[in-house]
């Protein structure tokens, strides 16, 4: 039995999570959280990181490696794409959405806005937070609006690329930041779309009964439909 270790708002965990539903495949799951238990991830992950996969009594950790394994042990249905061509976009998409939509949505806004006073009993940088509400937020959402499709998933099927996207703006609205349809309406349809995806939505089910997500969307986003 496969064993995923850590808090399921992580984007990076998420991930995981979805892609075991997504493939019917049976894991027990340890909801460690990073910040509270900290000493007991360590003896997992010494990088301190998660989500890790117990596979066999053996850590693995990184979400990208992880769901590499799960397509490669697992392929059916894939993740990645049998496709080459459209494996190296998703691969790509997934890679920028961990790096810019991380550090915007994550860092910029959920970590400095949710994270650091629940858990960490600190205040948030809110120059920080202002410059990702107010420049680095609508900067990216733009791009998106233009790049994502009419209809379909990132890279044709759907996939990581679309799990990584979508997850990182999943946290900004928790946040507070309001994807608007007026503004974007091709993303808030492309979001609709991935969230609905069957193996995805029982996820977010789950997800929306989490003290911290409760929080977030009381103080922040209590009535943004989109997460739902």
């Known amino acids: 039995m496969l064993e995923l270790i850590g808090y399921p708002f992580s984007p990076f965990v998420r991930k995981v999570m979805v892609t075991l539903e997504y493939k019917g495949l049976?894991?027990?799951?340890?909801?460690?959280?990073?910040?509270?238990?900290?000493?007991?991830l360590l003896k997992l992950n010494p990088r301190?990181?998660?989500?890790?996969?117990?596979?066999?009594?053996?850590?693995?950790?990184?979400?990208?490696?992880?769901?590499?394994?799960?397509?490669?042990?697992?392929?059916?249905?894939?993740?990645?794409?049998?496709?080459?061509?459209?494996?190296?976009?998703?691969?790509?998409?997934?890679?920028?959405a961990d790096s810019e939509l991380a550090s915007i949505f994550g860092g910029g806004l959920f970590f400095q806005k949710v994270i650091k006073p629940l858990f960490l009993k600190q205040e948030g940088d809110d120059e920080r937070?202002?410059?990702?509400?107010?420049?680095?937020?609508?900067?990216?959402?733009?791009?998106?609006?233009l790049s994502v499709p009419e209809e379909g998933y990132a890279c044709e099927e759907f996939s990581i690329a679309d799990l990584a996207v979508s997850g990182w703006l999943r946290l900004g609205m928790?946040?507070?930041?309001?994807?608007?349809?007026?503004?974007?309406?091709?993303?808030?349809?492309?979001?609709?779309?991935?969230?609905?995806?069957?193996?995805?939505?029982?996820?977010?089910?789950r997800e929306n009964q989490l003290e911290v997500i409760q929080h977030a969307r009381k103080n922040f986003a209590a009535d943004y439909e989109i997460i739902e």
């Open 26 to 40: 049976e894991y027990n799951h340890d909801p460690l959280n990073p910040f509270t238990e900290r000493e007991r």
């Open 48 to 96: 301190g990181a998660v989500p890790v996969l117990i596979i066999d009594g053996k850590p693995m950790a990184e979400s990208a490696d992880i769901c590499h394994w799960l397509d490669e042990y697992h392929p059916s249905p894939a993740i990645y794409s049998n496709k080459p061509s459209v494996k190296t976009a998703i691969e790509e998409k997934e890679k920028w």
């Open 129 to 145: 937070i202002q410059l990702c509400m107010t420049v680095k937020a609508p900067e990216v959402l733009d791009k998106l609006e």
């Open 174 to 205: 928790l946040s507070g930041f309001e994807i608007s349809e007026s503004q974007y309406p091709r993303l808030v349809k492309y979001l609709r779309r991935v969230y609905n995806i069957p193996a995805y939505a029982c996820i977010l089910e």
